[in-house]
């Protein structure tokens, strides 16, 4: 197995390092390749602007467009370049970071800002009348696996069904969903480290020993049953979820699991 870790924490000491660390050891030892995109240490350049596209930058500028032309003409910077030539190496993928404000640290979102370009990410396949591209199951990253690591400063019932934060699955949907499935990553269930915060050392060799049993299961564990795009459950061009296909009760995010 080639395993990609994208971490983003800017303190090497935290327990988001650790458990980096952890995961490029346990990996290592257990005779996988691992690559660490370490996003702080590499001074990575969250923001997208003109001089991604170099020569292919438009004015007024045009995001999609431009990088789009940009990775056709193998014109994008090397460092984005890199980061592309690695996730088309790896067929598991680990982002490693703390949940900041509902969401991935900035550092990470810009990662992906800059990473999943037009043409490489998205924009990719046929688009006609019963097919609007390869997404959502289908795309350039197809057939890797993705698992988000995640470390929350609250306690796990404030991320439960009825906690006040909302679920932790409605809070990652925008991340394993709209971004690893997108251009066709399979998800596999989170692991998350609840009540970071008010951890102390004596805790971590718990914690230490259930992120070593799920990487060594990443092959067999069975990925969120997201729902393709393209075989059926949608109508297309609308991308609405066919009547009925729904499991009773399900609502929100939860209809496009499949039941």
Known sequence: MKTLIVHAHPEPASLNGSL????VSTLAAAGHE?????????????????????????????VAADSGRAFAAGTLTPDVRAEQE?????????????LWWY?????LKGWVDRVFTYRFAYGVGEHSDTKYGERYGEGTLAGRRALLSVTTGGPEPHYAARGINGPIDDLLFPIQHGILYYPGIEV?????VYGADRM??????????AWEQRLLTLESTEPIAFRPQNLGDYEIPSLRLKEGREAAGSTGFGLHVRP
């Open 20 to 23: 980096k660390d952890l995961a």
């Open 34 to 62: 691992v690559r660490v995109s370490d996003l702080y240490a590499m001074g990575w350049k969250a923001a997208v602007d003109a001089a991604d596209y170099g020569c292919d930058a438009s004015t007024p500028l045009k």
């Open 86 to 98: 690695k996730l088309l190496w790896a067929d598991t993928l680990i982002l490693q970071f703390p």
């Open 103 to 107: 969401s991935m640290p900035a550092i």
């Open 188 to 192: 596999l269930p989170p692991f998350v």
């Open 200 to 209: 102390t050392g004596d805790d971590f060799p718990d914690i230490a020993k």
